[in-house]
């Protein structure tokens, strides 16, 4: 679903972001990337989503070199692709509802369903009263929420969620985590940047570490403590 081959990035007037990291996701995963602040995470995703591009090194996504696609198709390929950004990227002109209908309409959705299925996500994330509310005037936890529904509305085949929950209260936390949970039991592979150690120590799926810009782990190595013998894992 996802490969990278030496992938690095380098902003422009910056040391690497990103140095020479392969890494495969299947079909089907649920993947942690983790890493202290700046270790290159949210650098990953802007690849994987091509907001951005590897200065270096192959990215495939569902089988396809996305150098080799050109502009054009990209649209394409993100109709498969769910997006929670950091930053939440919300529409502010547009109310919560419209927010978590966009991805509906791309898909021609005929407008009913879309209505039913916007109030059933604004529900599942506990904001149906704050359906007719405009972006900028709810809490950063409530707009990372709709961000979480309108990432999930399409169903994507691909889910990437950048610190998903993380301005959230721990019962929010779960509620989030378990709906990314359900949505990868539905057949979404979800990749999920975290610097929450918790979320890593609940729930045991793989963890990809990196450390300023390099990956120095993939597996289950890092719920172990240092010294604690951690083989190489496969
Ligand atoms: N648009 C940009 N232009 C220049 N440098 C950037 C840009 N975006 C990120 N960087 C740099 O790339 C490195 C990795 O940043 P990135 O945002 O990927 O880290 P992160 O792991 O997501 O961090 P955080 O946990 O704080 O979100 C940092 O050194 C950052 O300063
Ligand atoms: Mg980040």
Known sequence: ??????????????????????????????????????????????????DEAPTSGQLLLFGKNVAKIGAR???????????????????????????????LEVQAMPDKEIRRRVKQLLRSVGLEHRAEKFPPSLSGGEQQRVAVARALAPAPALLLADEPTGNLDPERTLEVMQLLADANARGTTVLVATHDRSLLE?????????????????????????????????
């Open 202 to 234: 609940r729930y045991k799926r793989r963890v990809v570490l990196l450390e300023r810009g390099r990956l120095v782990s993939d597996g289950d190595s890092i719920r172990r403590a240092p010294g604690a013998g951690a083989g190489a894992g496969g």
């Open 73 to 103: 198709a990209v649209p394409y390929l993100r109709r498969n692709i769910g997006v929670v950004f950091q930053d939440f990227k919300l529409l502010p002109q547009r109310t919560v509802a419209e927010n978590v209908a966009l991805p």
């Open 1 to 50: 679903m996802i490969q990278l081959f030496h992938v690095t990035k380098e902003y422009p007037g910056d040391g690497p972001a990103l140095q020479d990291v392969t890494l495969e996701l299947d079909k089907g995963e649920f993947v942690f990337l983790t890493g202290p602040s700046g270790a290159g995470k949210s650098t990953l995703l802007k690849l994987v989503f091509c």
